[in-house]
C-alpha cells in the first residue's frame, strides 16, 4: 500500500499563492486516481481537486479557475496549485490515493461530494491558513 506525505502548507495572506506537494512512497503507475480534500474546523471534509487514472482532473466549483492539480508521471507525486487564495480557503489539505481503472475515467465521474469516500489511502494533512 502506497503511503502518503503531504508538505508545502503554511500562512498567506488573501489574494495570495501556495504550491503544495504530496510524495507517494512508491511510484503508484497509472492504475491510481489521486485527489486533494480539505476539512475546515466543524465543516466535512470536502473534494478540492482530483486526477484520474487517465490523467483527466475534476475541480469543485469553489476553487475552478484558481486551482490547478498536477501529477509527476514518474515519482507519481501529487501538486496543487492554489492562487487567489481566500479566507474560506483555510483547512486542513489531505491528499488521497484509491486504486481505478489505468487509462479510463474514474474518480472524475462521479461528483466532488462522493470524492471522499472514493478514496482509502490518506496523508496526515498540511495546514493552509489565509488571512484576510
Known amino acids: 500500500q502506497v503511503q502518503l506525505a503531504e508538505s508545502g502548507g503554511g500562512s498567506v495572506e488573501s489574494g495570495g499563492s501556495l504550491t503544495l506537494s504530496c510524495a507517494v512512497s512508491?511510484?503508484?503507475?497509472?492504475?491510481?486516481?489521486m485527489g486533494w480534500l480539505r476539512q475546515s474546523p466543524g465543516k466535512e471534509r470536502e473534494g478540492v481537486a482530483v486526477?484520474?487514472?487517465?490523467?483527466?482532473?475534476s475541480y469543485a466549483d469553489s476553487v475552478k479557475g484558481r486551482f490547478t492539480i498536477s501529477q509527476d508521471t514518474v515519482t507519481s507525486t501529487l501538486y496543487l496549485q492554489m492562487n487567489s487564495l481566500k479566507a474560506e480557503d483555510t483547512a486542513m489539505y489531505y491528499c488521497?490515493?484509491?486504486?481505478?481503472?489505468?487509462?479510463?475515467?474514474?474518480?472524475?465521474?462521479?461528483?466532488?461530494?462522493?470524492?471522499?469516500?472514493?478514496?482509502?489511502?490518506w496523508g496526515q494533512g498540511t495546514q493552509v491558513t489565509v488571512s484576510s
Open positions: 488521497a490515493a484509491d486504486f481505478c481503472v489505468p487509462h479510463k475515467a474514474t474518480v472524475t465521474r462521479l461528483a466532488p461530494r462522493a470524492w471522499s469516500a472514493f478514496f482509502g489511502t
Open positions: 512508491r511510484s503508484a503507475g497509472s492504475g491510481v486516481c
Open positions: 486526477i484520474d487514472g487517465d490523467g483527466s482532473t
